[in-house]
Each structure stands twice: as structure tokens, then as C-alpha cells.
């Protein structure tokens, strides 16, 4: 921790607002809670492929992720989008591990998503990274709200189903086909309904609060745009399974 502590240099404890790189973060939060939904839904789709065929180099990306964070927080321009990028790669390094060697077992996924917990709130704790680690947690609550859902209209089974036929695609869309059904029932949609609201309730939640307008409250705009991003990874993903 000490080590950790004496890299990170002391502007990434509260950034300015400066021009620049930094510029359209600090200045626009809506434009960091654009960045940071970005951050969440897109590279999605380009790991999910990469870590099933290539999970070494997924794995392998996060020490470059890391290394750019770094160069940037200690650059005179660009330590805000570094601080984001720091948060992007926890979470990039936790679905290389889960979705490359540990997905057939869902029970770990919330519990390897969480590993930088305990680094994120020292960190905050130190008031440090708060962009970063703020997107983290974020990026953390949306992967929790949808795994829950997972269980309460017990699709669990069919998860486990999928991940040993992976290799067999008719298989795979059949199983994905009675996990519609399963969302479906009165109680998967309203359970659905009641999760939904509560994503959109977070993702709106900045517009009302004149608070969150404030310079040192900006990293919340992060958070918020992680996790309204959930919306639409899940819904992504229910379309696809539907249209198929």
C-alpha cells in the first residue's frame, strides 16, 4: 500500500479543473458519465470474444491498461482520464480472469469482479483516484444488480447449463431460449421492472442534484454513468437472445 501510495502523486487526491486533455472530463460531467458508460457497454463486446479465445492476451492487456493509467496520472494534462483509466482496468483485469478460466461457476463472479474493493476504498479513504475508483464501484453495483436478478428468477442452472455446451451453438440457444421463458413469468418481469427503475433512478439521479455540479463531486458522475450503463449491456443481450 505504502508503494501504491507513493507513485499516485498528490493532484490525483482532488484535480482542478484545467484545460486540455482533463478539459472535458472536469468541465462536462455529463461528458465523464458519457466516457464512463462507454467505459462499461463497449469494450464489453470486444472482450467477451477476445477472453473466450484468446484469454492470455486479454489478461496480458491489463499491465499495458495499467502502465497508460499511470503515464497519464503523472502527465500535466491528462491525470483525470488516467484516474479513469485505473478504474477501467480493474475491471477489465477481473472479467479476463472470471470469463477466461472461472465462468463455468457463477458463484464466483460477483466475489471476482469485487477484488479491488478493498484497494478502491483505501484509496478513496485517502481521497485518491476518486474518478476511477468511484467508475469501479459503479461498474460493480450494475454487475450486482444483474447477477441478483439472475437469482431471484433462478436462471442460475441454465447459466451453468450454457457454459458446458458453450462449443455446441444450437445447444446454447436452446438453453438461452428457456431462460426467456423464466424472464418471462410474472416474476421475472417484476422483478425486471423493479431493477430497471432502480438503474434509472441512479442514472438520473445527477440531473436533479445541483450537488453533484460541484468540481470535487464530479467523480460521482462517473459512477452514475457506470452503472446506468448496465441498461444497456442487459438489454443488449436480451434482444439478441429474443431475435435468435
Known amino acids: 500500500m505504502n508503494t501504491l501510495?507513493?507513485?499516485?502523486?498528490?493532484?490525483?487526491?482532488?484535480?482542478?479543473?484545467?484545460?486540455g486533455l482533463d478539459g472535458a472530463l472536469l468541465n462536462h460531467p455529463r461528458f465523464l458519465m458519457a466516457v464512463a458508460g462507454f467505459l462499461?457497454?463497449?469494450?464489453?463486446?470486444?472482450?467477451?470474444?477476445l477472453v473466450r479465445l484468446y484469454p492470455w492476451v486479454s489478461l496480458g492487456l491489463t499491465p499495458l491498461l495499467w502502465g497508460l493509467a499511470?503515464?497519464?496520472?503523472?502527465s500535466k494534462r491528462g491525470p483525470a482520464w488516467g484516474d479513469l483509466l485505473f478504474g477501467f482496468s480493474c475491471c477489465w483485469?477481473?472479467?479476463?480472469?472470471?470469463?477466461?478460466?472461472?465462468?463455468?461457476e457463477p458463484l464466483w463472479h460477483l466475489p471476482i469482479?469485487?477484488?479491488?474493493v478493498?484497494?478502491?476504498?483505501?484509496?478513496?479513504?485517502?481521497?485518491q483516484l476518486k474518478i476511477g475508483g468511484l467508475f469501479y464501484l459503479g461498474s460493480l453495483l450494475g454487475t450486482a444488480i444483474t447477477d441478483l436478478y439472475f437469482y431471484l428468477i433462478d436462471v442460475i442452472p441454465h447459466w451453468r447449463s450454457v457454459m458446458r455446451v458453450e462449443a455446441a451453438p444450437d445447444l446454447v440457444m436452446g438453453i438461452f431460449q428457456d431462460a426467456v421463458i423464466q424472464v418471462q413469468t410474472f416474476n421475472g418481469q417484476f422483478w425486471a421492472m423493479l431493477l430497471v427503475l432502480i438503474l434509472v433512478g441512479l442514472t438520473l439521479a445527477p440531473f436533479f442534484a445541483v450537488n453533484l455540479r460541484r468540481s470535487q463531486s464530479l467523480a460521482w458522475w462517473g459512477f452514475i454513468g457506470a452503472v446506468g450503463s448496465t441498461l444497456?449491456?442487459?438489454?443488449?443481450?436480451?434482444?439478441?437472445v429474443v431475435v435468435q
Not at 70 to 74: D, E, P, V, Y
Open 5 to 19: 501510495s507513493a507513485l499516485i502523486p498528490a493532484s490525483s487526491l482532488a484535480p482542478p479543473l484545467r484545460p
Open 40 to 49: 462499461v457497454s463497449i469494450p464489453v463486446f470486444v472482450q467477451a470474444p
Open 70 to 74: 499511470a503515464w497519464l496520472i503523472r
Open 93 to 104: 483485469l477481473a472479467g479476463s480472469v472470471y470469463w477466461g478460466w472461472l465462468r463455468w
Open 113 to 116: 469482479e469485487a477484488f479491488a
Open 118 to 127: 478493498p484497494l478502491v476504498a483505501w484509496l478513496l479513504w485517502r481521497r
Open 232 to 240: 444497456l449491456v442487459d438489454g443488449v443481450f436480451w434482444v439478441f
